[in-house]
């Protein structure tokens, strides 16, 4: 079993690096750019999301460019440095999710929300408003309420040190909700939870392995049932190549699934809630 195991992950490896390099022979697509409403989220792609809860603009996990060599599949539908931003939101560590350099572009009077192991640099950077939050914690102002939920994840940013904490969030306004999932696998937490849609993520789940800290469509739709919310927008996927499935498979597998509560988009498109 070692054996055959150690060659599965050399092939893996091998497999990945041959889709990213086929990925930069082609230019990255330009995706639309649909107007940002109130009580909207418009998917910047990967799992950037511009989230407008009742007049004020959140913006989550704000990743623009390429990730070392895995090249970004289709550039971000809002430069995000021409925007007011009220709020940053930060689940967790990983590149993919946490780019010092993209944040360094970004509106510094917004206030930032995230997960442990970022104060420092994010000071340096020129952010005033920083607010860490743990597991069952909430940030609150007059505008809203973000509520942190402890997302079935690890999310050291490397191998040998950093947090591992990685957050889910449950943004409020005085009358609407949104759950945004960040980063995860399997997990019964987000039970009951009452929100006008939950951002999901639906991408990174192959070979089996994935799946001990990310979702595949099907377990972001099961743990999306659990709670109580009106529709589920699939993120995480069509912008990197960071795992073995394939996007068109994803897509498929959503189709499937969907009794119309999913409401399936494209980077750069822009969801009423
Ligand atoms: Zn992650
Ligand atoms: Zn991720």
């Not at 595949?216 to 739709?221: H, I």
Request: proline share 3%; glycine share 6%.
């Amino acid at each position: 079993m070692g054996k055959s195991k150690v060659i599965m992950k050399t092939k893996d490896i091998f497999e990945l690096n041959k889709r990213n390099f086929k990925a930069y022979l082609r230019k990255p697509l330009r995706p639309k750019s649909e107007k940002i409403v109130t009580n909207s989220i418009q998917w910047v792609g990967h799992a950037t999301t511009i989230i407008n809860m009742e007049g004020k603009i959140i913006l989550t996990d704000p990743v623009t460019k390429h990730l070392g060599y895995m090249k970004r599949l289709v550039k971000p539908s809002v430069n995000l440095k021409n925007l007011k931003i009220d709020y940053i939101l930060i689940t967790h560590g990983h590149m993919d999710h946490l780019d010092y350099s993209v944040l360094a572009g970004l509106d510094k009077d917004a206030t930032v929300i995230s997960s442990k192991g970022v104060k420092k640099t994010l000071k340096i950077i020129g952010f005033k408003k920083i607010n860490i939050l743990s597991e069952n914690e909430a940030y609150k102002d007059e505008n809203i309420e973000i509520d942190a939920i402890r997302a079935n994840h690890n999310g050291k940013r490397y191998y040998f040190f950093g947090y591992k904490d990685s957050n889910s969030y449950l943004i409020k306004g005085s009358k609407k909700s949104v759950l945004f999932a960040g980063d995860t696998a399997y997990t019964t937490v987000y039970k009951n939870i009452k929100a006008d849609a939950a951002i999901m993520p639906v991408g990174c789940y192959k070979p089996d392995e994935f799946l001990k800290m990310h979702c595949s469509p099907e377990q972001a739709f099961k743990m999306f049932k659990m709670m109580k919310a009106k529709q589920m927008i699939p993120i995480h996927y069509k912008t990197y190549i960071l795992a073995q499935d394939d996007d068109n498979e994803t897509l498929k597998r959503l189709n499937t699934i969907n009794d119309g509560s999913i409401k399936i988009v494209d980077v750069g498109q822009t969801i009423v809630f």
